[in-house]
């Protein structure tokens, strides 16, 4: 999906929060904030939102000298969701439909998207998961399992680190032995890396692989050509996370998006109400296709 | 006070829903941005925010070719507001204190600030005038009786449509006779001109005049000569809302602001609580003061 001009004050937003969160001194944060000011005003905004989000956190790890900025996010992240597991594990086997339950916890997961805003306690994470086993859900879970009943290579595209916990859930529901998980190359924001998928014990569980990239999205023109040909080789894909639905939805192909919306330009885009948990297959999220090519 | 970095994704926010309030075409839409984003990256920051607010503004009308943006917007908030006052009124002449309403209806008229919000309904305003009553007040009430006990020229700066009928109740308990009233010189975002100050009435009971400006707030080196010289001579001011804040804290004199606390970087400049209503003293609020030049 394109840039809306409703997403660049919130790109900008982000910004200046992720310079807090490195400390950086006062005369590097403004020289940082002019930057992506004087970007953004020049930026072509027939690209995704990600693709300024990668030239801003790029830009901030060089100058605050921090290579992951996030990770002390990240793992307080993964050990809250890790301490969730087994309770979460429990409700699944007691479970009617427990695809359904899978299907919602790792869209929930997508909640903890801790992104900029600090901390959360563990209560507050149980109440955020509680609550969106309530929410509205957009999406056919038919179709979903059906796809699922036929697919042999699924390419699951993790998104943040902390809900990748709950990915973990839904990836053992799936079967982990058709299962190939995919990171991203490098770190961005709160997004999962190799570091995150070994932290929540999924590197022993699935083929792991990572996209080559260090946007928080998958920009395919950005990824691996390995990544690529696992994408192309792949029968079902399924896309965690709004970054993931920005930058791929007009790929063409067998993918299913599972995302919280949690703006208004994606609820907009998707015709989905705020705040909703969806479930949709790219063929319905793409007016203008385009092939995934290996 | 100084622009913050903060401040910045909340201005560039506010250009982008003026723009939509005034329809302007798509290119012309995307053209003004970019300029409001060039213009960010190279803004000195150590203005107060309504200077680059400014020039936003004036730019949108230039575009536009509209003169009075958020004219329909005004002229509805008063309207409203108008429509509440018997009822106010009775309440003032039953209050065991009616000072220390009058200046919570005040501030509360300050929360009436739809800015680019687009329309409240009457229930709306309603329930936030009498949420108003009950929220956290932060100032000296004492202070401010003793102050208006020995005033003879009292200079009252309004700030919004809506919220100028409300100022007129404060007005009124004042005695109008030793005030005069202070509009913007132009029109800029939901700020009251002299049509505002018609509209409600206040021009007959008032002597009335504008500063000469179109900054959402008083920017003195940009207001007129004959408004710094009434400045001058008043020996109490009151000054309403955020934006008179945000351009006068610094000033020094006999100076109480009036505002309800709307965002975060106001009330870490003013040290009071998110939501607050404020009547605060200059010289509490200045740490850097300067004196008013006529």
New interface residues.
């Given amino acids: 999906m394109k840039t809306t001009?409703?997403c660049?004050?919130?790109l900008?937003?982000q910004a200046?929060e992720a310079s807090r969160l490195v400390a950086l001194e006062p005369c590097l944060?403004?020289c940082f904030?002019?930057?992506v000011?004087?970007w953004?005003?020049?930026m072509d905004?027939d690209g995704p939102p990600p693709l300024l989000a990668q030239r801003i956190q790029r830009r901030l790890r060089e100058l605050s000298r921090v290579e992951d900025p996030y990770r002390a996010l990240k793992d307080q992240q993964n050990h809250l969701a890790l301490g969730l597991l087994p309770e979460l594990q429990r409700r699944l086997n007691a479970a009617s439909d427990p695809l359904a339950l899978a299907v919602r916890l790792a869209i929930a997961g997508n909640v903890i998207d801790l992104g900029v805003k600090g901390s959360l306690s563990e209560s507050e994470v149980r109440q955020a998961l509680e609550q969106a086993m309530t929410e509205v859900f957009v999406g056919d879970l038919e179709a979903f399992r059906q796809a699922l009943a036929k697919a042999e290579r699924i390419l699951y595209l993790a998104d943040n680190a902390g809900e990748i916990a709950l990915d973990r859930l839904l990836i053992e529901h799936l079967g982990p032995a058709r299962v190939t998980l995919a990171v991203r190359g490098a770190p961005v924001l709160n997004d999962a890396t190799r570091v995150d998928a070994r932290a929540v014990d999924l590197e022993s569980r699935v083929k792991l692989i990572d996209n080559g990239s260090d946007a928080p999205g998958t920009l395919l023109e950005d990824c691996s050509a390995s990544f690529r040909a696992e994408m192309a080789k792949a029968d079902l894909i399924l896309a965690k996370g709004q970054g993931n639905y920005e930058t791929l939805s007009q790929v063409k192909g067998n993918l299913f998006f599972l995302f919280k919306v949690k703006c208004a330009v994606i609820a907009d885009h998707a015709g989905v109400p705020m705040g909703a948990q969806v479930l949709v297959h790219a063929a319905a999220a793409h007016p203008e296709p385009y092939g995934v090519r290996a």
Avoid: F, K, W
């Fill in positions: 001009l409703d660049i004050p919130c900008i937003r200046i944060q403004e904030v002019r930057d000011l004087r953004t005003s020049e905004l």
